[in-house]
């Protein structure tokens, strides 16, 4: 394959889909493109600034001006905003809230995508909601990565639990369901697969099994477009 290979992986919150998106670009020396660490820092950048996360068009205007760069390996990336490193800071609680607030906001989504594209033009492997349907709808292996609702949150819990030993469960569950509601039946960029993604339902799998079904994928992607040429 001569162009460079664009991964697109989207699906619901707790999927799974940041830890699979840095073993495949690992495996296949690719750009990780954390999409949703640029949403976060739009939101930190909110909360740092007198704009009201209720103002549509100030805060899109925020987020078309900030200077946002991901830097590093798969494994180590650091989200850079205005030129400091901001990685701790926007995986704090009121961070994730915030972003789950400003992501719906078309103004905002329009910034980031514009950004996305540009950092993904040198091949990369893209997580987020709506990377194979909005971002990169021609990417060369679209994944919609899921699990059952009570996994997900399952996962999110104990991932949470350790910085955060007065959350519970039910909490935890509500609250996933209430941004998988949001995000599914947002006006703008809704989530929702690809006519032509590859669904892969994550619940009682391993990661390592599910890494194997997606590399089987992008292997046979890849030879097929060996075989015929790009063909678009």
Aim: net charge neutral; charged share 30%.
């Amino acid at each position: 394959m001569s162009h460079p290979l664009i991964i697109a992986i989207d699906g619901p919150s707790g999927a799974g889909k940041s830890t699979l998106c840095r073993m495949l670009a690992r495996a296949l020396n690719l750009f990780y493109i954390d999409t949703g660490s640029m949403y976060r820092a739009v939101a930190l950048a909110v909360m740092e600034s007198s704009v009201s996360a209720n103002d549509d068009i100030a805060v899109g205007s925020l987020a078309g001006r900030i200077d946002i760069k991901l830097e590093g390996d798969p494994d180590s990336l650091k989200v850079i905003l205005e030129g400091r490193d901001v990685t701790e800071q926007v995986r704090s609680e009121e961070v994730t809230h915030m972003s789950s607030i400003i992501s719906t906001i078309p103004e905002v989504r329009r910034a980031m995508v514009e950004r996305q594209r540009e950092l993904g033009k040198r091949g990369a492997v893209l997580n987020g909601r709506d990377i194979g349907t909005v971002v990169f709808p021609d990417a060369d292996v679209k994944f919609f990565l899921t699990a059952s609702t009570e996994e997900r949150a399952q996962r999110r819990f104990s991932e949470e639990r350790a910085q955060h030993p007065e959350i519970d469960f039910t909490s935890t569950l509500a609250e996933m369901r209430k941004r998988d509601r949001r995000d599914s039946t947002r006006a703008d960029s809704p989530l929702k697969p690809a006519d032509d993604a590859i669904i892969l339902d994550s619940t009682g799998l391993s990661i390592n099994e599910v890494f194997e079904k997606m590399m089987g994928q992008v292997r046979k992607k890849r030879g097929n477009a060996v075989t015929r040429g790009r063909g678009r």
